[in-house]
């Protein structure tokens, strides 16, 4: 698919430089032909507002947001749609015709690809879910698992209050615990999921025991760098199926891409290869 226009789009995150975001739509930008950039937009959290009005001014089509962003950046949205409102965070941001900003969230769609990509016969009914975080991505991630038909979501927070405030929000089937609780709930659990940061390069590594999960399990980290985090290389020691955070972070950016350029791309071979080569 070819076109005379030129379209601009990128990720405003801070720090930005980690991101493969750019690799990623760079990639499909010329497997699709198109003339267009997908560029690193450094903004600090204390700019957001401005950087995001400055979209329309400087000719984007849109943009993702990543950390710190997500939720700082709903009170200036024009129109938020109905799957961002429910998540409370936003992460594809796409400046309509008339200038105002439109936002959604496709971190939710991006993380139930990742696992049923890993892994065709994951359900979500299967059992237990234990989720560990409360910020935006857990939020995309526990939306996700109860769109999807989970029945028993295990949500742990090291502030307890926040894990809290998201269970009553969310409802049913979403339960807060404590957070030194963490090891012993992870009996019967058939999916555990971390969206801290903990484990992180430069971060210390997730503090959790690993006895109590049954061994066919699946664990899924939605940190990337390292693709193979503590959590990860535990859980696979034991036997337990693995997902790393890079499947989400491809397939989140489809609809994203689609929403900026016309057209839905596929996570290929090709581009695994491209980014994995950057790790």
């Not at 003339?35 to 903004?43: D, E, F």
Request: net charge neutral; glycine share 8%.
């Amino acid at each position: 698919m070819a076109t005379d226009s030129f379209i601009l789009a990128g990720v405003m995150g801070w720090p930005i430089s980690h991101s493969r975001s750019p690799r990623i739509h760079s990639h499909w930008i010329a497997e699709h032909g198109l003339r267009g950039a997908y560029v690193p937009l450094a903004v600090n959290p204390l700019n957001l507002r401005e950087a995001m009005t400055g979209l329309k001014v400087l000719g984007f089509a849109g943009c993702n947001l990543t950390l710190p962003h997500k939720i700082e950046a709903l009170p200036w949205l024009d129109e938020v749609d109905a799957v961002a409102q429910r998540i409370g965070a936003v992460n594809t941001l796409t400046v309509r015709a008339d200038g105002s900003l439109h936002g959604t969230n496709t971190d939710a769609f991006g993380f139930i690809q990742s696992l049923r990509e890993a892994h065709s016969s994951w359900q979500a009914n299967a059992g237990p879910a234990v989720v560990l975080g409360a910020g935006g991505a857990a939020r995309a991630v526990v939306w996700a698992l109860a769109d999807a038909g989970a029945t028993d979501i295990r949500l742990f927070n090291r502030s307890h209050d926040k894990a809290v405030s998201m269970a009553q929000e969310f409802g049913a089937p979403v339960k807060a615990f404590a957070w030194s609780a963490r090891h012993a709930a992870l009996e019967g659990a058939a999916l555990l999921v971390n969206t801290t940061t903990q484990g992180m390069q430069g971060q210390p590594v997730l503090d959790l025991q690993l006895d109590a999960l049954p061994v066919q399990a699946l664990v899924s980290d939605i940190v990337y760098t390292p693709l193979q985090t503590d959590l990860l290389q535990r859980a696979a020691s034991r036997g337990n199926p693995t997902v790393n955070g890079l499947g989400m972070l491809l397939h989140q950016a489809r609809p994203a891409f689609a929403s900026w350029f016309g057209v839905m791309p596929e996570v290929t071979p090709a581009l695994w290869t491209k980014v994995l080569a950057t790790f």
